[in-house]
């Protein structure tokens, strides 16, 4: 059957614009503080600022007369907001503990001691800022390291030595590696805490009531509306379809908007208890505070290799700070862990992991989720084993990497459930070829003699990483109306990536009709109940096969169905623009909207749910990023030049919406690489909880990004889609800190603690000022 | 009870009037007594431009001022900026440069777009730059956002339609 493209739309893989944007750019687009609800009240909480402390004094009287007050509740007040949030992970060997909404025993700056209910936010504030609280502060707990070690404090009194979880992964024999090695290197890394900087502060509203069975309905700003439900109808006892989560337009989410909340419990108990809808919305301050965080790891790790550059082995120990609670598994320092084999070949490795309680804000996986982590290790290992054995970096990465011919690759790295990690396809000898053509890397290298002669400090960095992508299952629901309107729904939320359009383009092109007049529905829990979650660079993946296959199972039927009806062979119809006509007869025709109607009234409607969920459904992307920054010696400031990406993600469905999410990434690795960084007092205050303080880059700090495309199709899926979300990301945070180090290669720096500050490398460049004013001076350097 | 007072002011070419606590932000005066939403809170620390509104033709940041002070002034947002339903050259300008992901910026940087474009017709990419200092955008990396600046500022010329 015959498909004229020219008439449908663009097909997969057209640089389509966005079909949300007109409602965007009108101002038109609600996200969860827009969406009307008539008589919804303010929801106020109030937090403890502190790291660790025991709730001595509760009174909320005062609170209680304040005008426009609907209620005023401690933990006491309303069970559920007592009980710690239900479990959503129960692995075993893993001690998950969650928070509750309302506590009496703050375990983090942020837990929540009492909320407030107003009809009005601001009276909701000042209500909150009439609670009395009087607390008994104890010492925080803030070093992973000393929390693990016997007879330290608790954060929870039933996990021993603070520890959540354990895990390791081994191949190969790694002491007979570094025993033959001719040379090893042992490094230890740091990282900071980060916040995802999402430009909309969280936020939820919640109403009782609905249709079909619905008893509760909530709006909540997530990438992961069915964790939501999943996670409140447990808490309030009620089963998961008496519960509807809608998720608006979304400002951002970088992973923390992907976990479950206590917010989301407490406004939805309290919608339940006071029988009217309400509505919380985070004050930045208050994001910055309770938002799940990014990155503290500490890693050491170990490599060992012949004086020709070849990898021989690998040993990692990783101690992964998960703050006060764990919502988020141990899928970061798996992540972590999983990213240390990279796209070489290593015949040998162990990885060890350990993931630690702290009195701080909990842990979550943010853009790279772990990835970025194991690549940042890798990637500066290489670099300085290639600054060791004085072989260029871009060389070395040459001599250790995988093929394409080598493809599918197994690792033998054992995976935490079962089975190795297969790359299936990918190609990182041809990615960093196109990286280090685009960055133009011989001319940097050549460059650099007669700059630093001048006084002028600019360095090269490359990265060269394998990334995983998808995981989970994903529904999508494809249904034609006698209209011959299309609807597509899938599971998971939208949060910038333009899924509205990517999706109406697979499904545009299966069905023949103009992706415009797709009608989207997403995050919708009752409209399809079925995705994991729009995290983990999956949903490309997992919601376009998905979309694929459903739209495909529809045409099929309605091809089988107009070919009766027009009565001809299925070969001899084309469709085009929604109609079905023959070829050599113009005239017979229907309508794809025609044909649902006959199959609606033969009892079979034109619609079908599919749900993919593939037993091996994670797909290995690639990428390699180069970068030319400059260091001023006097500030220590880096201004990042120029910057390139070549990446595979497989199958592109829209290169241009694929492209942003390749800039965004970088604009995040490159933030997370030169500044952002939680900090907290020695009482577990949060010092940066403001835009002022917690510095995300700015217009003038991220340079073009230019994108080389080099797709190798995925062999784990049958649209050959593979993840694109993180990459940038991933790449950014390497090889921004490759290219600081080679910029100030005189000084070998080994900057292996994130974020890398100016103030750091004003002080180490102090060598390269002296012996500048020297040789100004007519002295001998 | 804190006294309500009267701010009259002009919101996209009408006049409105609202009565409002003298603490009452104009961006929530905006928001919630004037139902118009597409001006965002993005912090109330006057950071992140998801707040930027023109108030007399400048923009401002409304999370950081107080609606009292919009009294008798002319206030544009974004829902402004559409004429009869049909899209200002910069907000085509958005649409076709991919210069949205998710949309919270979008309002703010739209109209510091149309304040700048208005003093600087054709702005170059250094000047685009300094002029977005105080949007935050946290998905696109900027590099679209600053194309499609300098592409409205090619659309209103041809256009004619400055605003």
Known sequence: MYMDSSTQGPPVGARLNRLEDPDFVRGAAHFVGDVPLPGALSVAFVRCPVGRAHVRVLSLDRARGMPGVAAVLGPRDLPVLARPMPPMNQEPNVAERTPCPLTDEVRCAGDAVAVVVADDPYRAADAAAAVDVAYDELPVIMDPRQASQDGAPLVHTDVPNNIA??????????EAAFARADVTLSERFTSSQVYNAALEPRGVAASPGGEDGVTLTLWVSTQAPQVVRRSVARALGLRTNEVRVVTPYVGGGFGPKGRPYPEEIAVAALARHLGRPCRWE?????????????????????????????????????????????????????????HLVGPYHLPAADVQAVAVYTDKGALSPVRGGGREQGVFVLERLMDHLARRLEIDPVELRRRNALRAEEFPHDTRYPKRYGGTIVYDSGDPCGLLDQAVDAIDYEAARRAQEDERAAGVYRGVGVSLFMESTAMGKEGA?????????????????????????????ICAAELGVPPERIHFISGDTQAMGVGTGTFASRFAVMAGNATALAAREVLQRAVALASELLDVTPQALEVSDGVFHVGTEPDRKITLGEVARRAREADVPLMTTHVFAPEAATTYAGGAHAAVVRVDVETGVVTVERYVVAHDSGTMINPTVLEGQLCGGVAIGLGEALGEMIVCDARGQLLTDSFHRYVVPRAGGVPRVAVRHHPCPSRNNPEGIKGVGENGTIGGLATIVAAVEDALAPLALSLNDLPVRSQELAAASELLRKRASALAHGGVA | MTELREVSLTVNGTARRVRIEPRRLLVHCLRNDLGLTGTHVGCDTADCGACVVLLDGRAVKSCNLLALQADGAAVSTVEGLARDGELHPIQRAFVEKHAVQCGFCTP?????????????????????????????CRCTGYQNIVDAIRYAGELVAETGRAR
């Not at chain 2, 510091?112 to 003093?119: D, G």
């Open chain 1, 477 to 505: 629901r494809v249904e034609v109306a006698d209209d011959g309107a299309v609807t597509l729904a899938v599971g998971s939320a939208d949060t910038g990536q333009g899924h509205r359009t990517t999706m109406s383009q």
């Open chain 1, 282 to 338: 985070a004050t930045r301050r208050e994001d910055f505070l309770t938002t799940y965080r990014g990155h503290g790891l500490h890693i050491d790790a170990e490599v060992a290799a012949q004086l020709d550059g070849t990898l021989l082995g690998l040993r990692a120990h990783i101690l992964q700070d998960v703050g006060a609670y764990l919502l988020a598994a141990l899928i970061v320092p798996q992540y972590a862990a999983e």
């Open chain 2, 108 to 136: 703010g940087m739209l109209m510091l777009a149309s304040a700048l474009l208005r003093r600087s017709p054709h702005p170059d990419e250094a000047e685009i730059r300094r002029a977005l200092y105080g949007n935050l």
């Open chain 1, 165 to 174: 979880g354990r895990f390791g992964f081994a191949m190969g024999d790694v």
